[in-house]
């Protein structure tokens, strides 16, 4: 009760609106708040915060009961974890949970999702209806419910679960402190260990990743903190894939790729006793720190500090004029774009882009285009059950050949001996 109280006193109806209107004019999602336990409080819930199909499922009392469980589930994970939860919830369409807590102190959680990740199809409706079958629900009721929720990508749930963890905690005052680190430890130990296995799967021979390190350097320059941290904790766990345990080991990597941080910082425009002061700084907390977990996710607090003060610096605002046609790839990488468009979209010639974009990235604009596609690619390969021409065409390719052809360049090998090989390996280290 007291908790309630509290998450009263913190999150008022007022606040509450307020997160609700700025967080559908993003995703045009609802939302539904719930206390500690799971219970859901009504005065700060959307008015149609339960779709037609939860409203099918909550009508009997077994879902209502399995509703309320998972609420509980969710809750309790997301607090560990000090990030928000995604999942499938029993009846099988996804929801997320966003912790509410001030400090160390649980008060709640709020949930959204309540979509699926792809269309309602034969397969996945029949799922539902195997999770449910014991409700006793109209077949064709349920299907026409499920036809009505959103399709909503993976990745967009994503954004949108951070953006409503930062809309929360700043528009309700909350302080994030504890649960942002735990967050981003747990985010990054789970990346890592993700990365280790894939490591493990492939057979990868030992080799340092300085290509990782020159996009990593790349990143930095144009102030992309997600693309950054993406490749820190590849290197990472590349290091402590060759290396498990080696605390000295791991420690003198990242004193390595500090100094090269700090080199990049400086040719970026930072001023170099800025610089200098900070790397000492740097390297007595490397010495400092005697956790693998706690220096993983410190070197990414170090990383933040590096954009920022590239960023910043005098050449941010060549950094500024190259960023639109970075995230006009990104978000167009599956259509047949040009130079042209790209450069369009920042507003510059296209010789003019290209010399800045090579300046910055030490790349070309057409390297990073490929690379951006290529990635897209074998995540599709892994992920999916699309043919290799499919994902050709679904990366923005409509030559299968030349697609071929520049992946095994690329990667080493073609997309269909790509996914043959991690078939292989996902067999050879399944348990018997």
Known sequence: MANKTQLNKLLTKEKFAKIESIFRKHFRLVLETTDINGKEIKQMC??????????????????????????????????????????????????????????????????????????????????????????????KKLTAAIRKLAVIPGRKINQAAEFLFDLLYEVAGLDPRVIRWRRQQSEQQSQIGELIQEKKKLGTDWRYPLESERELLGKVKIGDRTGAKEIL?????????????????LKARL???????????VEGGVDVD??????????????????????????????????????????????????????????????????????????LSVSRLAHIFKDQ??????????????ERAKQLL??????????????????????????????GVTPRQFRVKNQRSEKIAAPM
């Open 46 to 139: 959307s008015d149609n915060c339960h779709p037609a199909f939860c409203q099918t499922v909550r009508k009997s009392r077994t879902g209502l009961r399995r509703c309320t469980k998972e609420r509980r589930q969710s809750l309790k994970v997301a607090i560990e974890t000090g990030q928000s939860y995604i999942t499938l919830c029993h009846a099988g369409i996804v929801v997320v949970c966003v912790p509410i807590m001030d400090r160390d102190k649980p008060l709640g959680g709020i949930f959204f999702g309540k979509c699926l990740w792809g269309s309602a199809t034969k397969t996945l409706i029949e799922d539902i209806e195997k999770r449910l079958y014991n409700l006793r629900i109209d077949k």
């Open 274 to 347: 800025t610089m200098l002061e900070r790397n000492l700084a740097y390297v007595n907390k490397v010495m400092q720190i005697n956790n693998q977990q706690d220096l993983c996710a410190w070197i990414s607090v170090a990383l933040n500090e590096f954009i920022e003060l590239v960023y910043s610096s005098q050449d941010a605002r060549k950094v500024t004029q190259i960023s639109p046609a970075i995230n006009y790839i990104d978000a167009n990488y599956d259509k047949p774009i040009t130079l042209a468009d790209i450069a369009k979209a920042s507003c």
């Open 382 to 411: 892994l992920a999916t059950d699309q043919n290799c021409t499919e994902v050709c065409f679904e990366v923005g390719y409509n030559n299968q050949s030349y697609f071929t052809r520049t992946f095994k360049e690329l990667v």
């Open 361 to 374: 990235m030490g790349i070309t604009i057409i390297d990073y285009l490929t690379s951006v596609r290529i």
């Open 233 to 249: 904790n590849s290197i990472l766990g590349t290091i402590l894939f060759h290396n498990p345990g080696e605390l000295g080991i």
């Open 255 to 265: 004193l390595e790729l500090l100094s090269i941080l700090s080199r990049s910082a």
